[in-house]
């Protein structure tokens, strides 16, 4: 088992979580009730894909980040 602590972006949470081998990070999100987010390392790091298995990538009292996917070159017509 690892803890792992996931600080959610914009809400100044920390939530903290146990994680065995095979613990996907969408596993993580689901236990967190966090659906619409995404977990990465840190701010200009790539995001885990849902299915990933994040045990093996993170360290034993890691802190990592759940943010929401922002959209880039939004176009908006008047």
């Known amino acids: 088992m ?3 602590s996931v600080v959610v972006a ?3 949470q920390i939530k903290d979580v146990k994680i065995q081998p095979g613990t996907t990070a969408g ?3 689901h236990e967190l009730n966090l659906p619409d987010y995404l977990l990465s390392k840190g701010p200009g790091e790539p ?3 849902a299915a990933e298995s994040v045990y093996d ?3 034993d ?3 990592v980040f759940a943010s929401t996917k922002a959209e ?3 176009t908006v017509c008047a």
Request: aromatic share 10%; charged share 30%; hydrophobic share 45%.
């Open 10 to 12: 914009g809400s100044g």
């Open 27 to 29: 596993d993580v999100l």
């Open 47 to 49: 995001f885990f894909a």
């Open 61 to 63: 009292g890691e802190k």
């Open 2 to 4: 690892k803890n792992l």
């Open 57 to 59: 990538k993170v360290k």
């Open 72 to 74: 880039v070159g939004v």
